[in-house]
């Protein structure tokens, strides 16, 4: 295995944009120009109103992600990116599971495996029912198996939403984005930042 | 003639924005809009073709002929070249206008050249009525989407109240930070709105975007060491310094240094080709000092330049022992392809004073006389041969030799991709800033003839010498149309091999001479000329090369010289294709 392969590691990638037609197109392409699948992206309100953030998954090496970050902050309406492996991040994902409900109701070894997983009945249908669980990839993929030969008919998961451990949120940094006078704040690139270290005479 | 009543704008001047507290709104239509926001924006020539989505605005500018100049292009592509070479020759933004679907696809070559070189332009195109967007109507395409990868910024209008922010957005952001292009796409429906606009405002500020970094003095301070402590510096320096405009800064930084420079093809001229510290022509068909000594300097100095691959060869052979500062304004250049030991995040007419503060005055002199040395060899193995040859035959170094003899180095070449271009840019006498234009980073074939007609509208005092190669010169010949309805006084000088030379070149070297389509015919150019009106030679021999050239100088309009050069000449020194600049050949 090349040192690239070894390496390579999901890592988080979040933009606070504009909420703009046409960003979404425009990010995605710095992906697919350079051959990086996206394997996963949620786009959704910030915590900021009109701030939209991107949350983006990819499986690459640092140095690969930090060049596509910097390729999206770099868009006019993109106010910022940061990029975290999984362990500067609280993700989750959510899951749907479409059961039919006779088999539930014969059977209860299947309730017991769906409250030890946690999950929560969202619809229950005379055919059948809905269940939804929330969690990290292996947890929803392991109800997916376990349900797999109980007639499981319909799957859906959805896209990882995470938070930045040690994030102060958004609101200083746009009340400083506004000023029209930049400071070094906002000028701030986490690369440079830390350069202290790289660079010794 | 008819003459517009009220054409200017309300003036923003601070004394009526304090006497008037609620400014005057006027009703116009949206394509009358876009015209008042071009004239705010000082713009004073728009090139452009027009088409059915695009009417209204044509229909508005019937009224604006006496203010804006509108030149009337054979191809949207022509168009886009045009603003370019005047956005290059005079440091201010193209402005295009094209019609929607083929006249907004004609544009994407211009787009993605003028990304690529950090050219500042808007484009504005027509597009279907709001209501038939997404229904495959008559000439409708999706030129946003088209053109996302190729602009800086791109946005659709629908509504005749979004133009004048959207045009001053678009402005700003064209000519800000890294310049680049800008598309702007108004629905047809738009243009012919009308609505109630305020007086026109500039936009100076955009939340989500930050082009002037703050520069931070520590590393400033950081590459003065590392330059104070080196033995063997050396600056390369890119268009940056011109899109600066920061070339009287940088001059100073490299006097008082005394550090050795050498250009990518888009920095020449930011210091004068004769200048004692200017040490020639970066990459695979440069100067072979510079590329040797880059792999044996201690300190790389970049300025304003991205570390292509046609300057660097090799990455993994490429300067590694040196430390690498890097100064440029878009920090998605720093480490993308050289990593840098200090950065210098800014603006660099800000930086470089700063640095040029620091740093010691040196001189260098056995440094210095290592450039003199492999200046000699390359003069005794090429450039001698090139520029004063003995055999019968032209070749294309001493025609640019003797139009530098004849210009003294004051004109503005314009050159298109191959071979020629790499001559004249090797080759030709630069006094000035702004005097070299061609198509670097796309090596865009057909940009000279239609860039050279844009840069004498930029700059309409200075002589304008196109260089183009017979492949380039048939790609958008139907330009010579535009130099004849318009009078625009080009030169065009035709260095004729009867080759795809570049190609042919390669083909020879690497692939065993097998010239697979690289033998191109040529019409009588001459004569296709004289069809358009414009003057023109032909001359195949050295006797006749110099009067022809004074005659084409002299002729006071436009003037085709057809130079025949000789047929199989290769371009040397050469950094072959996998090989580090160290590996450079000279023959």
């Not at chain 2, 990455?315 to 040196?322: E, F, G």
């Not at chain 2, 080759?427 to 061609?438: F, G």
Request: glycine letters at 8%; a negative charge.
């Amino acid at each position: 295995m090349t040192q690239q392969s070894i390496d390579r590691r999901e890592y988080n990638i979040t933009a606070y944009t504009e909420n703009q037609v046409g960003l979404l197109n425009r990010i995605a392409i710095i992906f697919s120009r350079r051959k990086i699948n996206i394997e996963s992206l949620n786009t959704s309100p910030s915590e900021v109103e009109g701030i939209h953030r991107f949350n983006i998954v990819v499986v690459e090496t640092e140095e690969v992600v930090r060049k596509i970050a910097r390729q999206i902050e770099k868009q006019v309406e993109v106010l910022k990116v940061y990029f975290n492996p999984n362990e500067d991040v609280i993700w989750q994902e959510m899951a749907l599971y479409k059961v039919p409900t006779d088999i539930i109701a014969e059977r209860a070894l299947v309730e017991r495996l769906l409250r030890e997983h946690g999950a929560r009945a969202v619809v229950i249908r005379k055919d059948y029912t809905v269940f939804e669980t929330t969690g990290h990839r292996e947890e929803t993929d392991k109800l997916l198996a376990v349900l797999q030969p109980y007639g499981l008919i319909e799957f859906v998961r959805s896209a990882r939403i995470a938070i930045i451990k040690d994030s102060q949120g958004f609101h200083h940094k746009l009340r400083e984005f506004e000023r029209t006078e930049p400071s070094p704040e906002v000028s701030e690139n986490d690369y440079l930042n830390s350069r202290d270290k790289v660079f010794t005479m | 003639m008819y003459s517009n009543p009220s054409p200017q704008p309300a003036p923003t001047l601070p004394e009526t924005a304090v006497a008037t507290a609620e400014p005057a709104t006027r009703t116009l239509s949206g394509a009358e809009a876009t015209l008042h926001a071009l004239l705010a924006e000082g713009v004073d020539t728009v090139f452009g073709y027009p088409g059915g989505a695009i009417i209204p605005i044509y229909d508005a500018l019937y009224d604006f002929r006496d203010q804006l100049n509108h030149v009337l292009v054979r191809h949207e592509q022509g168009g886009i070249h045009a603003a370019q070479g005047y956005a290059r020759s005079s440091g201010r933004v193209g402005v295009v206008f094209a019609t929607s679907g083929p006249g907004a696809t004609n544009l994407v070559t211009g787009l993605a050249d003028a990304l690529i070189d950090s050219t500042p332009l808007v484009c504005i195109t027509g597009q279907v009525f709001a209501h038939l967007l997404g229904t495959d109507a008559f000439q409708e395409t999706d030129i946003i989407n088209i053109t996302t990868p190729i602009t800086k910024w791109n946005h659709q209008v629908t509504d005749a109240s979004e133009i004048p922010e959207a045009l001053a957005k678009a402005f700003y952001i064209a000519r800000s930070g890294r310049p680049g292009p800008v598309l702007i796409d108004i629905t047809k429906n738009a243009q012919l709105q009308k609505a109630d606009f305020a007086p026109y405002q500039p936009c100076t500020h955009i939340r989500s975007y930050r082009p002037r970094p703050v520069v931070r003095p520590e590393y400033v301070a950081q590459a003065a060491v590392l330059i104070n402590q080196a033995q063997r510096p050396l600056v390369l320096w890119g268009q940056g310094v011109l899109l600066g405009q920061a070339e009287q800064e940088f001059r100073q930084f490299i006097e008082k240094s005394g550090i050795p420079a050498a250009w990518t093809i888009l920095g020449a001229g930011a210091l004068p080709t004769g200048h004692p510290l200017n040490v020639g022509m970066l990459g695979m068909h440069g100067n072979y000092g510079p590329n040797v000594l880059t792999n044996e300097c201690d300190v790389l100095i970049a300025i304003g330049m991205r570390f292509d691959d046609r300057v660097t060869g090799r990455l993994d052979k490429y300067a590694k022992q040196a430390q690498v500062i890097h100064l440029d304004i878009d920090p998605t250049e720093i480490d993308k392809n050289v990593k840098a030991t200090v950065p210098v995040w800014g603006d660099c007419q800000e930086t470089l004073p700063l640095l040029t503060e620091l740093v010691e005055a040196r001189t260098y002199p056995e440094w210095r006389q290592r450039f003199l040395d492999h200046d000699a060899e390359e003069i005794a193995a090429v450039i001698q041969d090139e520029l004063f040859p003995t055999s019968d035959e032209l070749t294309m170094g001493e025609v640019i030799q003797q139009l530098n003899e004849l210009t003294q180095g004051e004109a503005i070449i314009v050159t298109d991709v191959g071979q020629h271009q790499m001559v004249a840019c090797r080759y030709a006498r630069l006094n000035h800033t702004r005097s070299n234009i061609t198509s670097g980073g796309l090596g865009t074939m057909g940009f000279a003839l239609p860039a050279a007609i844009g840069a004498k509208y930029g700059a309409p005092a200075r002589t304008v010498v196109a260089v183009i190669g017979d492949g380039g010169m048939q790609m958008t010949i139907q330009e010579l149309g535009t130099i004849m309805q318009t009078g625009v006084n080009v030169k065009i000088l035709l260095l004729n091999n009867q080759f795809l030379g570049m190609v042919r070149q390669w083909q020879e070297l690497f692939h065993d001479r097998r010239y697979s389509f690289v033998d191109i015919a040529s019409p009588d150019y001459v004569t296709v000329a004289r069809g358009y009106r414009i003057t023109g030679r032909r001359v195949d021999n050295r006797p006749a090369l110099q009067p022809a050239l004074r005659e084409m100088l002299e002729h006071p309009g436009s003037f085709l010289l057809e130079v025949m050069v000789t047929k199989e000449n290769n371009i040397f020194p050469m950094v072959p294709q996998g090989c580090g600049v160290g590996e450079i050949r000279l023959k």
